[in-house]
C-alpha cells in the first residue's frame, strides 16, 4: 500500500523559516522523481521543487528560487523542502508527489505566513 505523509507545516511569521518532510512508503523510493507542490486558495495547484530519482539533480520554481531548497534521503525514503525568508504569498498546502514512474500525492500540510 503505497503512503505519502507530509510533515512540517504550520504558522510561520514573514521572513520565518520551516521545513517540511514527506516520508514514502509501499514504493522504490530511490527510483522516483519526487517532488513538491503548493496550492492558494482559489488558485491551480503548481510546482514548486522538484528532486530527480538517481543524479538528484534539482529544479525549482522561479517564485521560491534562492529561498526554497529540495533534498532527499534514500535511506529514509524522505524528500525535503527547506523554505527560506517566508513571504505571506508562500502560505498555501503544500502537497508532496511521487511523479515518475507512477504518479502518487500525499494529503498536504498547510503553511500559513502572517505576521
Known amino acids: 500500500q503505497v503512503q505519502i505523509v507530509e510533515s512540517g507545516g504550520g504558522l510561520v511569521q514573514p521572513g520565518g523559516s520551516l521545513r517540511l518532510s514527506c516520508v514514502a512508503s509501499g514504493f522504490t523510493f530511490r527510483l522516483y522523481t519526487m517532488s513538491w507542490y503548493r496550492q492558494a486558495p482559489g488558485k491551480e495547484r503548481e510546482l514548486v521543487a522538484r528532486?530527480?530519482?538517481?543524479?538528484?539533480?534539482?529544479t525549482v520554481a522561479d517564485s521560491v528560487k534562492g529561498r526554497f531548497i529540495i533534498s532527499r534521503d534514500n535511506a529514509k525514503n524522505t524528500v525535503y523542502l527547506q523554505m527560506n525568508s517566508l513571504k505571506p504569498e508562500d502560505t498555501a498546502m503544500y502537497y508532496c508527489?511521487?511523479?515518475?514512474?507512477?504518479?502518487?500525492w500525499g494529503q498536504g500540510t498547510q503553511v500559513t505566513v502572517s505576521s
Open positions: 528532486v530527480s530519482s538517481l543524479s538528484g539533480s534539482t
Open positions: 508527489r511521487a511523479e515518475r514512474p507512477k504518479n502518487y
